[in-house]
T-cell receptor, first 115, second 109 residues
Framework: EPEVTQTPSHQVTQMGQEVILRCVPI?????FYWYRQILGQKVEFLVS????????KSEIFDDQFSVERPDGSNFTLKIRSTKLEDSAMYFC?????????????FGPGTRLTVT | KNEVEQSPQNLTAQEGEFITINCSYS?????LHWLQQHPGGGIVSLFM???GKKKHGRLIATINIQEKHSSLHITASHPRDSAVYIC???????????FGTGTSLTVIP
């Protein structure tokens, strides 16, 4: 069964550094998403991406964040100048818009630890 | 701003019990998503609903659009059902999902 994959599973970085989190969505999916879950808190929407551009973003997704689909398979989240409060689990998800079901398939997540 | 509330926050059940988890939301939605988050953190989609009822194995999900309420039922619960169950709603405008805080379920053998 096709699945969303994410790398790395755990990333440790120092405050102020840039990190890139990688995702490979399900191949025929057209909508891509990034979510964040701070430990012990609820999942929060960051951004959705369709047709090579951001379709919607939350107030969390400020200039520190950017997304890119550099090729036909990868979908990346870049966090510039990381802060301690960026420590969280980051989930990528994708959905098949053609089905119009909006059902999202989630990756296993990347745990980001900023020290 | 849409609020998504789940109840109960924590639930402990004996194996075999029938379980109900509730989700209420405050604005009009186009779809509601029930998700399961395992202790390791991974998230699995269970159901996507826009009306009525869906059933998959021992899981049943219902939604009442007028009352802005959805329920997730687990029949004949099993210890492997132990997880956090999350409700997320998609509002009419835009593509953003708003998540509840989750219901932590523990099923005791």
């Amino acid at each position: 069964e096709p699945e969303v994959t994410q790398t790395p599973s755990h990333q440790v970085t120092q405050m102020g550094q840039e990190v890139i989190l990688r995702c490979v969505p399900i191949s025929n999916h057209l909508y891509f998403y990034w979510y964040r879950q701070i430990l012990g808190q609820k999942v929060e929407f960051l951004v959705s991406f369709y047709n090579n551009e951001i379709s919607e973003k939350s107030e969390i997704f400020d200039d520190q964040f950017s997304v890119e689909r550099p090729d036909g398979s990868n979908f990346t989240l870049k966090i510039r100048s990381t802060k301690l409060e960026d420590s969280a689990m980051y989930f990528c998800a994708s959905s098949d818009l053609l089905v119009l079901s909006y059902e999202q398939y989630f990756g296993p997540g990347t745990r980001l630890t900023v020290t | 701003k849409n609020e998504v509330e789940q109840s109960p926050q924590n639930l402990t059940a004996q194996e075999g019990e029938f379980i109900t988890i509730n989700c209420s939301y405050s604005v009009g939605i186009s779809a509601l998503h029930w998700l399961q988050q395992h202790p390791g953190g991974g998230i699995v989609s269970l159901f996507m609903l826009s009306s009525g009822k869906k059933k998959h194995g021992r899981l049943i999900a219902t939604i009442n659009i007028q009352e802005k309420h959805s329920s997730l039922h687990i029949t004949a619960s099993h210890p492997r059902d132990s997880a956090v169950y999350i409700c997320a709603v998609k509002v009419y405008t835009g593509n953003q999902f708003y998540f509840g805080t989750g219901t932590s379920l523990t099923v005791i053998p």
